[in-house]
């Protein structure tokens, strides 16, 4: 390819292969993983807010979603806990 690209004087790879292959590159670095639990289904909206709340104040909470009431956390062992111990004080 390389022989052949330099004696016609042409780039190994087509110009729409190169451009293809950067938006891939970019597309990799724009996106994120991050580890953690989806929660949702809710007894009630207020049972919702307070845990996003909680969440949110021990630094866990990575995405929230009000409308359809369910959140992303990084960590979940506080917030079981915090659940549990909300369930006991009903």
Do not use: C
């Amino acid at each position: 390819m390389h022989r052949t690209a330099a004696l016609t004087n042409k780039p190994v790879l087509p110009p729409t292969v190169v451009d293809q292959i950067r938006l891939w590159q970019l597309e990799n670095e724009r996106m994120k993983t991050t580890g953690g639990f989806l929660f949702r289904d809710f007894d009630d909206p207020r049972e919702y807010q307070d845990t996003r709340r909680f969440a949110d104040e021990i630094g866990v909470l990575v995405w929230s979603n009000d409308k359809t009431g369910m959140f992303f956390a990084s960590k979940f062992e506080q917030i079981r806990d915090y659940l549990k111990s909300r369930k006991k004080a009903e």
